[in-house]
């Protein structure tokens, strides 16, 4: 079974940046579809960036100029580049990919002055 491990939250400013990682677990994992989620207290997990391998990317209308998904093929990681941050952003964050082992533990990003 493959896991997800997210990384590279963090407390930051309004206006700063942050960049998150997902790497598999096992090396033999071959990303398709993959999804960066985020999830704040008392509401749903929501879907704010999804690519696939041929580069097609879609965003949530909240983060659309502002966060950037890429897959580096070379290290087989996925990178969730979020910039201007703003308090709404504040969540824990998530990536999924289909034959993945389900949800990780996510990685904290907290916006905060």
């Known amino acids: 079974q493959v896991l997800l491990e997210e990384s590279g939250g963090g407390l930051v400013q309004p206006g700063g940046s942050l960049r998150l990682t997902c790497a598999p677990s096992?090396?033999?994992?071959?990303?398709?579809?993959v999804g960066w989620y985020r999830q704040a207290p008392g509401t749903n997990r929501e879907l704010v960036a999804a690519?696939?391998?041929?580069?097609?990317?879609n965003y949530a209308d909240a983060v659309k100029g502002r966060f950037t998904i890429s897959w580096d093929s070379d290290k087989n990681t996925v990178y969730l580049q979020m910039n201007s941050l703003k308090l709404e952003d504040t969540a824990v964050y998530y990536c999924?990919?289909?034959?993945?082992?389900?949800w990780g533990k996510g990685t904290q990003v907290t916006v905060s002055s």
């Open positions: 096992r090396s033999d994992f071959t990303f398709n579809v």
């Open positions: 690519m696939t391998n041929y580069g097609n990317t």
């Open positions: 999924n990919a289909p034959g993945s082992g389900g």
